[in-house]
């Protein structure tokens, strides 16, 4: 699949932009602070209707304006589609495809899928477990219809056990009032969590593969980290982890009633990230998080491309810094003609050949 085009009205520090895209590759160059990254961010925006750097809608609104839209038309294998965005600053949301208006997330995510790497993705490798979590649920959540709306009825429901398990500070809670929590987020859990497990079996051998390449000779292995070892879960099924998991729950309730809140589940599992078998979260070097945090993307990219049988679009923003020429050059030739990508540098490469874009004071300017 590719953008053909992107109309970009009242976005960041975009007023009001046409800009028309090659199907394969698209650099975008401008100095400092004249609007590379909004530009991708509008684009991903369009795929996930909502900011890859974690901000909320109204601050993508171009000051002092009240409301934002982003459309562009979408070639995929069989069909042409004319996706819309469009925020205004009390709130409200209207999404649009081929003109008809959709309500739900569920209904939009998946439909372009993007794979995005923007600086933010160092702190995969060294911050917590959160931003690992959030990058395996956004990329099953564009490759698997339903896992969306599992995941928000898990969150809806654990949001209500966290409230049921702050009253405990007020009053006796009693473990029979919890259990029917514990019931449906066991079994929303596993569904969860065997789904992770099933991913992540691939998601390996193609991470490794693409790190090994870009690094040359390191070894990239990932874990993940739930309430019992992987290697154990990974012979479960579904029902299996189900009632494991709501086992576990139960043990915990003395626990969670004194934090008063829940302290198990797929929302508190991990990805633990390995180089050369030592933790990368506590290891890795600047340029070392920066290259898996790559091969992780590149990885999901693959991935979506075997799954779905369409290829994603992808989005590198400020890819090259930190990278030694030789890293670099690895990650060159790691991209494919055949994947319609853009990536953002404040200087324009002579080793790489595409369509040339010139950003200055959130303008853009084909070259
Ligand atoms: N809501 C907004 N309305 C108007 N302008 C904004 C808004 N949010 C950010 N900006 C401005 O947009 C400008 C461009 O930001 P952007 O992050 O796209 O820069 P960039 O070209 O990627 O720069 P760098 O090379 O430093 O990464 C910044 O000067 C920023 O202050
Ligand atoms: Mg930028």
């Known amino acids: ?58 601050e993508l609104l171009c000051w002092n304006k009240d409301y934002f839209f982003v459309c562009g038309e979408l070639i995929k294998k069989i069909e042409k589609l004319d996706l819309r965005v469009g925020y205004q600053r009390q709130g409200r949301k209207i999404w649009q495809i081929n003109k008809e208006a959709k309500n739900r997330l569920a209904d939009i995510v998946g439909i372009f899928h993007t794979v995005i790497f923007s600086p933010e993705d160092l702190l995969l490798v060294k911050e917590g477990p959160q931003l690992r979590r959030k990058f395996l649920n956004r990329q099953m959540s564009q490759l698997y219809d339903g896992f969306c709306q599992t995941l928000i009825k898990y969150n809806k429901i654990l949001k209500q056990k966290n409230t049921l398990l702050k009253e405990s500070r007020a009053r006796i809670i009693n473990d029979e009032e919890i259990e029917p929590w514990n019931e449906q987020l066991s079994e929303l859990g596993a569904i969860i969590i065997k789904k992770r497990l099933d991913v992540l079996t691939e998601l390996k051998v193609f991470a490794a593969e693409k790190h090994r390449i870009l690094s040359q000779e390191e070894q990239l292995d990932l874990c993940y980290e739930s309430f019992l070892p992987e290697s154990q879960m990974q ?67 693959a991935l979506a491309e075997q799954k779905k049988g369409e290829k994603p679009v992808l989005l590198l923003d400020d890819v090259m810094s930190e990278l030694d020429s030789g890293r670099q050059e690895c990650l060159l030739s790691l991209l494919k003609r055949d994947i319609q990508t853009f990536i ?13 874009f010139i950003v200055k004071g959130g303008k853009v300017l084909k070259a």
């Open 1 to 58: 699949m590719y953008l053909q085009n992107l109309r970009i009205n009242n976005f960041r520090n975009y007023e009001d932009q046409l800009i028309e895209f090659d199907p394969e590759l698209n650099l975008i160059c401008g100095d400092n602070a004249q609007g590379k990254s909004n530009l991708l961010e509008a684009i991903a925006y369009l795929s996930l209707t909502s900011s890859f750097r974690g901000v909320k809608d109204n």
């Open 235 to 301: 012979q479960m099924t579904v029902e299996e982890i189900k009632d494991a998991l709501f086992m576990v729950l139960k043990n915990k309730i003395i626990i969670e009633k004194k934090a008063a809140v829940s302290v198990l589940g797929p929302h508190r599992d991990d990805l633990s990230i390995f180089i050369n078998q030592k933790s990368a979260r506590n290891f890795a070097s600047q340029g070392q998080q920066k290259s898996c945090a790559i091969a992780l993307k590149l990885a999901e990219l």
């Open 344 to 356: 953002t540098d404040t200087k324009q490469r002579s080793d790489l050949s595409g369509h040339l």
